[in-house]
C-alpha cells in the first residue's frame, strides 16, 4: 500500500515538473518573439524618424514619375478617423503624388468627402473631373473615393451591357454558335458604365488586415500592395520608405 502511494506521489511530482516545464518553455518563447518584434518596431521607428529629418540621402530624390497613380486601402473602423486621413492625403501632396484612390469597404470615406475636401481645398474629385483631365499632369491632387459596393455594382451593370449586346448580336444574326466574352470585352463593358477607372500602380493598405478589402480586383492586375500597419500609427518615413521602395523596383509585366 506504501508503494502505491509513493508511486502515486512520484507520478504527480513528475507531472507538476512537467508542466512547470512546459510553462517556462511557452514563456521564454513568447518573451523572445515579443522582444523581437519591440526592437525590430523600435528599429522601424528609428529609421522613419532618419527618412523624415533627410538624414538618409537616398530617400530624398524619389522618381514619382513611376507613380502615376496610388491606391489607399483603409480598414473599415479606421476609416473613421478623418483626421489621419486627410494628415495622410497632406503628407502625399507634400510628397509630390498627384492621384489618390482612398477606399474602403463601408463606405466611410465616401461620407466623409466633404470634410476631407474642406482640409484638402486644392484637390478634385476624379468623379467630378473632365475625361480629358483625370491622368494628366496637374498642378493640384486628384481623389477619387471608392467603396465595395462600387465595384459590386459596376460588375452588375457590365454583366447586363454584356448581357444585351449579345441578345441584340444573337437577334441580328443567323449564326447559333454562343459568343465567348473576354477579359478584354469585361473591361471595355467597365468602363462604358464608369467604372474602369485607372489601375493603381502601388496599393498601400492601413488596417489589421493584409489583403486589399475587396478594392476592384480588375484594377489590380499589376499592382504592388504593400501592409503599412494601422492607421493611428502611420509614420511619415514608413511613407516615404514604401514609395522609395517602389519606384527602384523594375516589374516585368507578361505579355
Known amino acids: 500500500m506504501n508503494m502505491r502511494e509513493e508511486m502515486q506521489k512520484a507520478s504527480s511530482l513528475i507531472a507538476q515538473i512537467g508542466n512547470f516545464g512546459l510553462q517556462l518553455l511557452w514563456f521564454s518563447l513568447h ?68 492621384h489618390v484612390c482612398l477606399y474602403d469597404m463601408e463606405g466611410v470615406l465616401k461620407r466623409s468627402k466633404e470634410a476631407i475636401l474642406e482640409k484638402m481645398s486644392n484637390t478634385t474629385v476624379f468623379q467630378e473631373a473632365d475625361e480629358n483631365d483625370k491622368l494628366l499632369a496637374q498642378k493640384h491632387m486628384m481623389l477619387e473615393f471608392v467603396s465595395f459596393s462600387d465595384g459590386k455594382e459596376a460588375v452588375a451593370k457590365a454583366a447586363n451591357l454584356l448581357f444585351a449586346k449579345y441578345l441584340t448580336s444573337n437577334n441580328s ?63 511619415y518615413g514608413s511613407l516615404i520608405k514604401a514609395i522609395y521602395k517602389f519606384t527602384m523596383v523594375r516589374q516585368n509585366y507578361g505579355k
Open 31 to 98: 518573451l523572445s518573439v515579443s522582444t523581437w518584434y519591440f526592437l525590430l518596431e523600435i528599429a522601424h521607428m528609428v529609421e522613419s524618424c532618419f527618412i523624415s529629418s533627410g538624414l538618409i540621402k537616398s530617400y530624398k530624390a524619389l522618381n514619382l514619375g513611376k507613380l502615376r497613380y496610388l491606391a489607399i486601402v483603409v480598414g473599415s473602423e479606421e476609416a473613421y478617423q478623418t483626421s489621419k486621413v486627410i494628415e495622410l492625403l497632406q503628407w502625399l501632396e507634400a510628397i509630390g503624388v498627384k
Open 173 to 235: 444574326s443567323e449564326d447559333e454558335e454562343g459568343e465567348i466574352f473576354t477579359e478584354p470585352h469585361m473591361t471595355e463593358a467597365l468602363r462604358a458604365v464608369g467604372s474602369g477607372g485607372p489601375e493603381p500602380d502601388l496599393l498601400l493598405v492601413y488596417g489589421p488586415a493584409r489583403c486589399h478589402q475587396g478594392f476592384p480586383a480588375w484594377r489590380i492586375r499589376y499592382t504592388e500592395i504593400v501592409h503599412m500597419g494601422s492607421l493611428k500609427s502611420m509614420r
